[in-house]
């Protein structure tokens, strides 16, 4: 449980640093007051993609408009031509670019889960749309429609959510930014070098996550505790006459703790290693039919931390029962029905 | 400790009460015993006679109220329970009437355990595999409790109460399981194991028959040792 709501929180975060960094700009600029991992609609005007054009070292400005095709299923809107200058394109594993006004992109993750292919129809606000291509997911959103066909479903005609600069050489992105940061005209405007721009997605940056994960870790621990405490309690009492047994041939109580707790964790390390093995099944789970935006990835880092939590749980949750188990009377133990 | 003379097991005035709900049961109401090593003593006597209390003090699994019990010169009844436990480990040997084997492990294993319990190797002794094979056990030692017959259980339940060397072999009801034919084959291999490998033996029956098998019967009724045993009570 632990691996798995990790592993999520992780793979959206991941997910999205890699689709950020699939764009190919050397400089991001966000609107004023955004938040990181907002998908916002059209906030900044589309004019400034000029203005950025004519700074020294830019060679490529470019943006995109957003907007929601439902619940966490973000559409991208770009300029095709510039955007795949600067991505160095979209790959396309079926069909093609936009062609036609009715035309969309699918990255594979979406046609996968909806079993969709080039030249298939997809009804997305109440229209018929072809996709004229299936492309390899990694840049930006997992449907991409010209910019002006964004603008006009999210009516912010001229507007746009965030603008893409590409310099002469990445070298000069500090110098650049240093120069844009100094424009009284840009206060307020967020401006961030890619790396930067990615360092931020990371669970500890994002507001809220490392605090929800931490209540979901607290649960899991609370749960895997109470689950280990009660089966090692009705083990222990279904194995009263077994320890009867055991305290008649001799047995001193550190011997039958010894033993309780060489089996717990047994069971703890084999319960961890079944765990983590059932994390690779849910991660098929989770990215074949949770929907495009949730993504789980597999958190070996995690391993040895969930593994010392089943442990520590399993032992502390063994020595209750194990500690009232040697104190039982072997008499009362071995007549135990 | 026995020098090798006296009585292996002593018992003087030895009495037990313990509480019922709220009310005061006198299990042993002076008892008086001696058992020479090597003895083979059958105690017979009806349900709340007190045999049972009397076999649970001489195994260490209850203290006595008042009164002497010595194994081998040492009196159990100034015993801590980690005095009982070891006397369990090295003096006593249990053998029960439901068997009370580990239903997990094997037959060897469950000899094995009281050997790793003592703290030995578990490697069988030339003693014990004599033991062994007396007890007709030595080629089901791979399985397990479950695949095996009542008085298959039974023999290694006394092979695994034997295979410590234990000053005495308690036997609780050890054939009250079992059919005639298979009685018959565990009471005579606890006269062979009394006989050929001098094993002290106290067996509790209430069978007349069973009984025979020891050297001598003492008869109980309401806590006390009463007339009409056979061969002498205190030497």
Known sequence: ?337 | MNNGDGPIIRIRALRKRYRVGEVDVEALRGVDLDVQAGEFVSIVGPSGSGKSTLFHILGGLTPPTSGTVAIEGIDLASMTEAGRTELRRTKVGFVFQKYNLLPTLTAGDNIAIALHIAGKSLEIDTWSQEALRLLGIDHRLDHKPRAMSGGEQQRVAIARAIVNHPAILLADEPTGNLDSKNSDAVLSLLRDLNERLKQTILMITHNPEAAAYGHRTVHMRDGRIVEGETGPLVS
């Open chain 1, 1 to 337: 449980m632990i691996l798995t709501l990790v592993g999520v929180s992780r793979g959206m975060v991941e997910e999205s640093k890699k689709r950020a960094s699939g764009v190919g700009a050397d400089i991001w600029v966000r609107p004023p007051n955004s938040s990181l991992l907002s998908f916002s609609s059209a906030a900044m005007s589309e004019k400034l993609i000029d203005f950025f054009a004519q700074q020294p070292h830019v060679v490529i400005a470019t943006g995109s408009a957003n907007y929601s095709a439902g619940v966490m299923e973000p559409v991208s809107g770009v300029d095709l031509e510039k955007f795949a200058r600067m991505s160095g394109g979209f790959r396309f594993l079926e069909g093609g670019t936009i062609r036609n006004p009715d035309d969309i992109m699918v990255d594979d993750r979406f046609a996968a889960q909806r079993n969709l292919h080039a030249g298939d129809k997809l009804t997305l606000w109440n229209r018929s749309w072809n996709i004229s291509g299936i492309f390899e997911a990694g840049k930006l959103a997992r449907i991409i429609l010209p910019m002006a066909v964004v603008q006009e479903l999210s009516g912010a005609t001229g507007r746009i959510s965030q603008i893409f600069l590409k310099l002469d050489d990445p070298k000069n992105t500090q110098g650049v930014i240093a120069a844009l940061k100094a424009n009284p005209a840009l206060q307020g405007y967020p401006i961030y070098s890619v790396e930067e721009w990615t360092s931020l997605f990371s669970v500890n940056r994002i507001t809220g996550l490392r605090a929800f994960i931490g209540v979901v870790i607290t649960l899991a621990v609370v749960v895997g505790f109470l689950v280990v405490f009660l089966s090692m309690y009705t083990a222990v009492l279904e194995r009263t006459r077994e320890i009867g047994i055991l305290k008649a041939l001799g047995a001193t109580p550190g011997y039958i703790l010894g033993i309780l707790l060489r089996e717990t964790a047994v069971l703890a390390a084999g319960g961890a290693l079944l765990g983590i093995g059932l994390t690779f099944g849910t991660r098929w789970m989770v990215n074949t039919f949770a929907g495009p935006s949730l993504t789980q990835t597999i958190v070996m880092d995690w391993w040895p931390i969930t593994t010392g939590i089943a442990l520590a749980g399993s032992v502390l949750g063994t020595l209750y029962p194990g500690w009232k188990a040697i104190r039982q009377d072997a008499l009362e133990a071995l007549q135990y029905e």
